[in-house]
Structures are given as C-alpha cells and as structure tokens.
DNA sequence: GAATCGTGGCC
DNA sequence: TGGCCAAGATT
C-alpha cells in the first residue's frame, strides 16, 4: 500500500496556481459546465476557452440549443475537432428538455444516460458543478496518479479500474474530494506533463514514488499511437466539412470532387460523414444538416 | 479490447 | 520535421 499523498499541499498549490479558466468563474452555470466539459473531450483547454463565452450567448440554455439549426450548431464549432461531438451535444440538449425539464440533471447516471457524455464528462459536471463526490479521470488525472501512487512513469490506456483507484484516494468530504480531484487535472496539465515534467515545483514531490523510485522508464503497455492524420479517411472528412461550413448552399458532387484527390477515398469519408448524420446527400450535391 | 474520430501546438 | 499529445466517447 503506496503511502497517502499530501492533499493538503496538493489543494494549496491549486488554490494558488489555478489557472484563470471562463469554466472556473463562480457565474458558470450547470449547462454551461456541460457545454465546455464536452468542448474539452480532446480538445486543448486554450482552445476551449477562447470559444466557450461565445457559444453560450448564442445558446445559453438547453432549450436554445435544442430549437438551433443543426448547420448553425455545426459552424458554431468551427474547427473544435470531433463535429460529433456537436451533433451529440445538441441531441443532448433534447434530450435534457424532453426528460428532464430543461434542466441538467444532477445524477451521475441520468447525465450517463445523455448522448455523448462519458464516465469523464458525466462526473466532471456532478463533481464541478454540483459539488457531490465521485472519482473524476481524465487522461491528466491517470499519468498523476501512475507517477506519484504507482511509481509507473506513465499511465498506460485507460482501463475501467482507474475509477475506483482514484475513488480510494479522495477524501470523504466532498468539497474537499472536489478540489483534490481538480488540483489532480492541474498539476497534470501544469507540472505532471507527459513530457518533460517539472518536478522542482511539484507540491507533491517529496511523495511521489515515480521520483523516489529514480524516474524509472515506462515498462508497460502503451495506448496504440494515432494513425497518421496526411491522407487518411480523417483528413478527407474534414476538408469537406470545412468547405460545407464556408458556405451557405449546398454544394455540387463537382465541388466536392474537386476538394480531395483520391476519388475512392472521397466517396468513403462521405458515406461516413452521412452514415454519422453530420451530411446530407440532396440529389447531386451535398449540404449540411437542418 | 482495439479502432475510429479533427485540429492544432509543441519540441 | 514528424511524432506525440490533448479535461474522451462510441462501436
């Protein structure tokens, strides 16, 4: 049994270091939380922020975003990354509208139960938000805990486990779990970093084992690396929906042949794209959806 | 469990 | 320069 971590440091360098996130404003409001928890599903938080205030003017609640046109939800996330993530986060208004009232429900499973929300992003709102205990694990939140718990350099993929490890390690308060889950994602994100980590201004580094162990090489089983991006079925969908977001008519089968060079492979990402629901065949073009 | 799904920043 | 990584979820 790894000795405890020092949470009480871990909070006071939060609390000190935080960084100044739209999402951390005290006005952040539940759906608001939501919005920005499924922005950042992969998404780099610098990135996220700079569109977040923006979004929710536009839709600042459930309600807003359910009656949205779906081409206006799609332009709206402009370059984010994952355009599912946009389809699922409007049928996720829906549905907050449809069973629960408009508002966003408090209960970890109810939020489970909403399209595209994970075992992350459901906790990440209960825990944020509402201010009720569960384990919160993001990516920043495993490699910490790999590091400083386990004395394993990296955390390896993702495996159901990981819930009830960090679940052993909050403390029964939950504002308190609340904070310690937080300062985890930060120090991940801040000292804790997969590369080059910065462990002279660790607040936890006198008890970290990953250190006291001599910075051990990773021996273990790693996440498979990402496919390529140049020239895969990826990059072919996202050019045409960046030519479909420029514009605000549907555009030709010409048009679109003209955007990639690989016939065959144009004709794949775009059954995909329609087969995703994130494109409409119109007789001889194509468009965004309604 | 492994593969798939965008885009951009970093060294 | 190109591989790695990023507040994951779904199939």
């Known amino acids: 049994m790894p000795a405890a971590l020092p949470l009480g440091s871990l909070a006071d360098w939060y609390l000190r270091s935080a960084r100044d996130l739209p999402w951390r404003r005290p006005d952040f409001d539940a759906w608001g939380t939501l919005v920005s928890e499924i922005m950042l599903q992969q998404t780099q938080a610098a990135r996220v922020a700079v569109e977040i205030d923006r979004w929710l003017e536009r839709w600042p609640t459930p309600a807003d975003l359910a009656d949205a046109p779906t081409h206006e939800v799609l332009r709206q996330w402009g370059t984010?990354?994952?355009?599912?993530?946009?389809?699922?986060?409007?049928?996720?208004?829906?549905?907050?509208?449809?069973?629960?009232?408009?508002?966003?429900?408090?209960?970890?499973?109810?939020?489970?139960?909403?399209?595209?929300?994970?075992?992350?992003?459901?906790?990440?709102?209960?825990?944020?938000?509402?201010?009720?205990?569960?384990?919160?694990?993001?990516?920043n939140v495993r490699r910490v805990v790999a590091r400083a718990v386990h004395g394993q350099g990296e955390a390896g993929p993702a495996k159901r486990r990981d819930l009830a490890d960090v679940e052993a390690l909050?403390?029964?308060?939950?504002?308190?779990?609340?904070?310690?889950?937080?300062?985890?994602?930060e120090l991940g994100a801040l000292v804790c970093t997969a590369r080059a980590p910065r462990c002279e201004s660790c607040p936890i580094a006198d008890a970290c084992a990953w250190r006291a162990a001599g910075y051990p090489p990773y021996e273990g089983r790693r996440a498979p690396r990402q496919a390529r991006f140049?020239?895969?079925?990826?990059?072919?969908?996202?050019?045409?929906?960046?030519?479909?977001?420029?514009?605000?008519?549907?555009?030709?089968?010409?048009?679109?042949?003209?955007?990639?060079?690989?016939?065959?492979?144009?004709?794949?990402?775009?059954?995909?794209?329609?087969?995703?629901?994130?494109?409409?065949?119109?007789?001889?073009?194509?468009?965004?959806?309604?």
């Open 170 to 185: 909050l403390p029964a308060d939950p504002a308190d779990a609340s904070v310690v889950s937080i300062a985890l994602m």
């Open 80 to 139: 984010l990354g994952y355009p599912r993530r946009a389809l699922r986060l409007q049928d996720t208004a829906r549905a907050i509208v449809e069973r629960h009232g408009g508002e966003v429900p408090r209960d970890v499973d109810a939020l489970l139960a909403l399209p595209g929300i994970g075992d992350y992003t459901a906790r990440a709102v209960a825990v944020f938000h509402f201010g009720d205990r569960h384990p919160v694990v993001d990516t």
């Open 230 to 290: 140049a020239g895969s079925d990826r990059q072919a969908r996202g050019t045409v929906l960046r030519a479909l977001r420029g514009v605000d008519v549907p555009l030709a089968e010409a048009e679109i042949a003209a955007l990639w060079p690989d016939a065959e492979q144009l004709e794949r990402a775009l059954a995909s794209l329609v087969a995703d629901g994130l494109v409409v065949r119109d007789g001889a073009s194509v468009r965004l959806p309604h």
